[in-house]
């Protein structure tokens, strides 16, 4: 639980294994306007699905680096 997602400036998220589904919870919580100083966005095992999240949700505009480590399908 996040008590002031305002000063939280840099995340990672991953949808691995140890760390299931973090990336999907983050784009469905309706407060992730709320991380308005977020500027460094790391997404591990990410889905495309997600990564459109990110644009249709605006977020993208006030970040400053953006890194994106899709999921490999075997």
């Known amino acids: 639980h996040l008590s002031r997602p305002e000063s939280i400036t840099s995340l990672v998220l991953s949808n691995s294994r140890r760390q299931k589904d973090q990336i999907p919870k983050f784009f469905s919580n309706s407060t992730i306007r709320a991380f308005q100083n977020l500027r460094s966005l790391t997404l591990n095992d990410v889905e495309s699905s997600d990564v459109q999240k990110l ?20």
């Open 55 to 74: 644009f249709d949700d605006g977020l993208c505009a006030s970040l400053r680096l953006l890194s994106i480590q899709f999921r490999w399908l075997s």
